[in-house]
């Protein structure tokens, strides 16, 4: 086998999972990353308090795919962590989300005995909707006008500056809906999971292979890849093309921590905001696994939406409107790169795909498979 010399641009997991697989076959990998850290929006690190933060928001794995779960388990402990999420409501209650028998007590102030009693009121209150032409029609079909536009309508026109009727059905579509008391935000996962010692310290073992030279604080700029056999590019693939058909709209999040004492009691780590303020959520970090201080108060970040360019161009969420507009544009630089063939974009930029963790894992193991086997 010829070892071939090749670029990894982005230390997310994205780049972290083909930089280990290409290394592991003989390959001479060079990883840049514009940040000073590892693991992309992953890294996580020790305050002065003592907790243990997110930099980037609250990254909470979990996943059915078995083969991703053993691939991490390669690079540290992890421990099983059940996420929790409520909503803050108008009335000063919390409310769990997603949406559960105990929810929808709480909002309609009755007594719902059983699930069958729970979907029962649903089925009085939702649009009967076939074919759902955006997320309004959907939410409005599932839970019906009065939980969409109490849930969802001023959180997501704070996330996304779009109304429900403007946005993909399937942004929401990715939201379970619960007739029992199931609370969990995640319940269909087999694995719901945490590293026992953060992410950062997953990606140091994951880069740390003579075959592989990392360089943090360097931006990519276009060109260097020529200097390689092959490129994977985990940076935004409009901005590559100098947005030669115009630019891909991002969603991105500005960060304010604050200290507060910790209530006991409190079994839920994520608090949604439905009202019209700037925030959307807030973590208490103290409630993940592994990240607690010990003292009575601790960190809590809340998050404020905003466009990339307005926060250094940090770029989160591709925006996904109902009538694809930005899809069709994102194709067309796809179909431009196929024309570069030793270049391959990967991750959320790179794909212009929102994407959870064990997606991106997947996506870059099936990748970096089909790469080996036609050149390596």
């Given at each position: 086998?010829?070892?071939?010399?090749?670029?990894?641009?982005?230390?997310?997991?994205?780049?972290?999972?083909?930089?280990?697989?290409?290394?592991?076959?003989?390959?001479?990998?060079?990883v840049?990353?514009?940040?000073?850290?590892?693991g992309?929006?992953?890294y996580?690190?020790?305050?002065?308090?003592?907790?243990?933060?997110?930099?980037?928001?609250?990254?909470?794995?979990?996943?059915?795919?078995?083969?991703v779960?053993?691939?991490?388990?390669?690079?540290?402990?992890?421990?099983?962590?059940d996420?929790?999420?409520q909503?803050?409501?108008?009335?000063?209650?919390?409310?769990?989300?997603?949406?559960?028998?105990?929810?929808?007590?709480?909002?309609?102030?009755?007594?719902?005995?059983?699930?069958?009693?729970a979907?029962?009121?649903?089925?009085?209150?939702?649009?009967?909707?076939?074919?759902?032409?955006?997320?309004?029609?959907?939410?409005?079909?599932?839970?019906?006008?009065?939980?969409?536009n109490?849930?969802?309508?001023?959180?997501?026109?704070?996330?996304?500056?779009?109304?429900?009727?403007?946005?993909?059905?399937?942004?929401?579509?990715r939201?379970?809906?619960?007739?029992?008391?199931?609370?969990?935000?995640?319940?269909?996962?087999?694995?719901?999971?945490?590293?026992?010692?953060?992410?950062?310290?997953?990606?140091?073992?994951?880069?740390?292979?003579?075959?592989?030279?990392?360089?943090?604080?360097?931006?990519?700029?276009?060109?260097?890849?020529?200097?390689?056999d092959?490129?994977?590019?985990?940076?935004?693939?409009?901005?590559?093309?100098?947005?030669?058909?115009?630019?891909?709209?991002?969603?991105?999040?500005?960060?304010?921590h604050?200290?507060?004492?910790?209530?006991?009691?409190?079994?839920?780590?994520?608090?949604?905001?439905?009202d019209?303020?700037?925030?959307?959520?807030?973590?208490?970090?103290?409630?993940?696994?592994?990240?607690?201080?010990?003292?009575?108060?601790?960190?809590?970040?809340?998050?404020?939406?905003?466009?990339?360019?307005?926060?250094d161009?940090?770029?989160?969420?591709?925006?996904?409107?109902?009538?694809?507009r930005f899809?069709?544009?994102?194709?067309?630089?796809?179909?431009?790169?196929?024309?570069?063939?030793?270049?391959?974009?990967?991750?959320r930029?790179?794909?212009?795909?929102?994407?959870?963790?064990?997606?991106?894992?997947?996506?870059?193991?099936l990748?970096?498979?089909?790469?080996?086997?036609?050149?390596g």
């Amino acid at each position: 086998m010829i070892r071939q010399r090749i670029l990894v641009v982005g230390a997310g997991f994205a780049g972290a999972t083909y930089a280990r697989n290409l290394a592991e076959a003989g390959h001479s990998v060079t990883v840049l990353d514009k940040r000073e850290h590892v693991g992309g929006n992953a890294y996580d690190f020790v305050d002065r308090s003592g907790t243990r933060i997110h930099r980037y928001g609250p990254h909470l794995f979990h996943t059915n795919n078995e083969e991703v779960v053993r691939w991490l388990g390669r690079w540290g402990d992890w421990v099983r962590y059940d996420h929790r999420v409520q909503a803050l409501l108008p009335s000063g209650l919390t409310a769990p989300l997603p949406i559960n028998r105990r929810t929808l007590e709480i909002v309609f102030g009755v007594e719902l005995p059983d699930a069958e009693a729970a979907q029962a009121l649903l089925a009085r209150v939702s649009d009967r909707i076939e074919h759902p032409a955006h997320a309004a029609d959907y939410l409005n079909s599932q839970i019906g006008k009065e939980l969409t536009n109490l849930f969802f309508r001023p959180y997501t026109k704070k996330m996304w500056a779009l109304d429900l009727e403007e946005l993909d059905a399937g942004v929401v579509k990715r939201l379970p809906l619960r007739f029992d008391d199931e609370d969990r935000y995640f319940p269909d996962d087999r694995f719901q999971l945490m590293p026992r010692h953060g992410y950062t310290a997953i990606f140091e073992r994951i880069f740390d292979h003579p075959n592989i030279e990392v360089e943090l604080g360097r931006a990519f700029s276009r060109g260097v890849e020529r200097d390689y056999d092959a490129a994977f590019l985990s940076v935004p693939i409009d901005e590559y093309y100098s947005e030669c058909f115009g630019p891909l709209p991002y969603r991105s999040i500005r960060f304010e921590h604050v200290t507060k004492a910790k209530q006991p009691g409190m079994s839920w780590t994520v608090t949604n905001y439905t009202d019209s303020s700037r925030w959307t959520r807030e973590t208490a970090w103290h409630l993940l696994p592994h990240h607690d201080n010990g003292l009575t108060s601790g960190p809590h970040t809340r998050e404020e939406p905003c466009d990339y360019k307005d926060n250094d161009f940090e770029r989160y969420y591709p925006v996904r409107t109902s009538d694809g507009r930005f899809q069709k544009i994102y194709e067309q630089y796809a179909k431009l790169a196929e024309e570069t063939p030793q270049i391959t974009f990967i991750g959320r930029c790179g794909l212009y795909q929102y994407l959870d963790m064990h997606q991106v894992i997947n996506q870059s193991l099936l990748g970096v498979r089909r790469w080996l086997a036609k050149y390596g």
